[in-house]
């Protein structure tokens, strides 16, 4: 048996995500001080418990907070936002609810993943992926400084020596050696 987690692609709550705190800060700096910004945001500890391992940070209103793994601080910000936002009974709000304030996705901190607490999923979508691609410059400011790439170039791939284990390993899982086999990725594993 396989276990897999796959973002959803089709999740309307990021299209209604308005980026408030994330575009006060993108419009209004340098690229400079935009990714010092955001680069001071990954040292930031969790606004209720002090945790600095495996936060989340909303991508509405800019909340840091740790992860359901934790304490579950970033869920209740969601839930407590959530609520207070829908028990308004203002007629305009309820007319155009689809526009209002809702803080439903958060992004990772520690592997730049992207989670709808109203989904309950992982999304992504081009708009995240520009996100994401903000963060880890802001995240891995070296790679963009250095202009180094993620990954080495196919021609020196090629010319890396594996360990006798691995390549062992990878003639067994292609014999049909494994049967069973568990890949585990995400926020809850990335600590």
Wanted: hydrophobic share 35%; net charge negative.
């Amino acid at each position: 048996m396989v276990f897999a987690v796959e973002p959803i692609l089709n999740c309307d709550h990021v299209a209604n995500v308005q980026f408030t705190y994330i575009n006060s800060i993108l419009s209004s700096n340098t690229d400079d001080i935009q990714v010092s910004i955001l680069h001071s945001i990954f040292g930031q500890k969790c606004e209720d418990c002090d945790e600095l391992e495996e936060n989340w940070i909303c991508i509405e209103c800019g909340t840091v907070a740790c992860s359901r793994y934790v304490n579950s601080h970033m869920l209740q910000h969601s839930v407590l936002v959530n609520n207070a936002s829908s028990s308004k009974t203002n007629p305009e709000n309820e007319k155009n609810s689809s526009k209002s304030r809702h803080n439903t996705v958060a992004f990772s901190l520690s592997d730049l993943s992207v989670w709808c607490f109203e989904c309950d999923s992982y999304v992504t979508s081009d708009a995240l992926e520009s996100l994401r691609s903000v963060f880890q410059s802001a995240k891995f400011p070296e790679l963009v400084k250095d202009q180094t790439p993620i990954e080495p170039p196919i021609e020196s791939r090629e010319s890396v020596q594996l360990d006798s284990r691995v390549i062992q390993f990878a003639h067994d899982l292609r014999d049909g050696k494994y049967k069973n086999i568990l890949v585990l990725t995400g926020a809850g594993v990335s600590t």
